[in-house]
């Protein structure tokens, strides 16, 4: 049994090896910019440090739980505000305190519902408080942590009986599109750990021998040296999404993805709410980020998400009041925890 787990993993690691090979013609085409779709002149760009400006970030901690008859989360919210001039020059938290809400569904949920609730109700409460920082701290950069939209799995079926609180959730993306379209604020997802393949998805069919068993990030890694960066490309430019169509009926949004490389880490994906901007500017977006990401030798992501991830981290002594709570008010009406929670 182990032999053949073996052998199926070196197979894969021979596979691995190969794509160097494959990153150096895409590297050579990057270089004398002939990759189409991507948006800017020069394809593959040395990192320009910008170490000057006011960013926002939030993140949240959460849990969710079933019993018979009772789905909740509960949700941590916090976030933070950076100022930079060369060095970090203030630091606010967004709100004095975490934000704790406990979300009970109203709805009875069938089993591949309750993870979109729970991602549903805490991007909400991350939005929300993302809006306030943006009125309160008029900062030049707004951070989400994760994609500047939702994602397919976040979308329930049109006849669910969470559509209806889907279609709040885009309308709160929405709020925070206007808003910093409106008000010059530079709107960025960092994903920490990104699957995406929509870059890939630019390159000739015959570049690569099998692409459909990588994403970008194992690609770009092999191929973006320390300090540089990617052309911003359409996130949408090879693909279909629903959830970017659902958008369209609330306006006329569309968003870029980067690469950045800063240290020992692989690639960070950036995505960007696209407003128009010049190639230097873009040039001036990554510089940020890519200041803001390089605190440690290997790891690179935002400093101040991790601030907001660290304030909304939820403690176990916290999740077991929680729990506790729920418990001492709900099972004496014969709700029962589940019955794979109570096996013997």
């Known amino acids: 049994m182990f032999s053949n787990i073996k052998q199926q993993v070196d197979k894969y690691a021979s596979y691995l090896g190969s794509i160097k090979e494959d990153a150096l013609k895409i590297k050579d085409l990057l270089k004398t910019n002939s990759v189409k779709g991507l ?17 926002i970030g939030c993140d949240s901690g959460f849990f969710s739980s079933s019993l018979t008859g009772l789905d909740f989360c509960y949700i941590k919210t916090a976030g933070s505000f950076f100022d930079y001039d060369s060095k970090l020059v203030k630091y606010e938290k967004l709100i004095p305190a ?22 549903i109700s805490r991007l909400r409460e991350e939005l929300a408080l993302l809006f306030c920082g943006l009125q309160n701290k008029n900062p030049e950069y707004a951070l989400i942590d994760g994609n500047v939209l939702p994602q397919a799995i976040d979308r329930p079926q049109n006849n669910s009986i969470l559509y209806t609180d889907y279609e709040d959730l885009l309308q709160d993306f929405v709020k925070i599109y206007d808003y910093c379209n409106s008000s010059a604020i530079t709107l960025l997802g960092a994903v920490e750990d990104s699957r995406a393949n929509s870059f ?10 099998n692409s459909n068993s990588i994403n970008d990030v194992i690609l770009l890694n092999n191929i973006l040296e320390k300090d540089h960066c990617l052309s911003f490309f359409p996130i949408f430019a090879t693909e279909s999404n629903l959830i970017y169509n659902d958008l369209q009926e609330y306006g006329k949004f569309n968003f870029y993805a980067s690469y950045i490389k800063v240290n020992e880490d692989y690639p960070l994906r950036l995505e960007l709410l696209q407003n128009n901007y010049s190639a230097e500017k873009m ?11 390089s605190y440690a030798k290997d790891y690179c992501f935002p400093s101040v998400l991790l601030d907001a991830d660290k304030q909304a981290k939820l403690t176990q002594n916290e999740v077991e009041i929680v ?8 099972l004496n009406h014969g709700i029962k925890h589940l019955r794979r929670e109570r096996r013997i």
């Open 323 to 330: 729990k506790n709570l729920v418990d001492s008010s709900i």
């Open 39 to 55: 948006v800017e002149s020069e394809q593959l760009q040395k990192i320009v440090n910008n170490n000057k400006g006011k960013v």
């Open 98 to 119: 975490p934000n704790y809400e406990l979300k009970i569904s109203q709805n009875a949920l069938q089993k591949e519902e309750i993870q979109k609730f729970t991602s």
């Open 200 to 209: 890939i998805k630019l390159l000739p069919k015959d570049l690569l021998q």
């Open 283 to 293: 040039k001036e977006i990554k510089g940020f980020m890519a200041y803001i990401s």
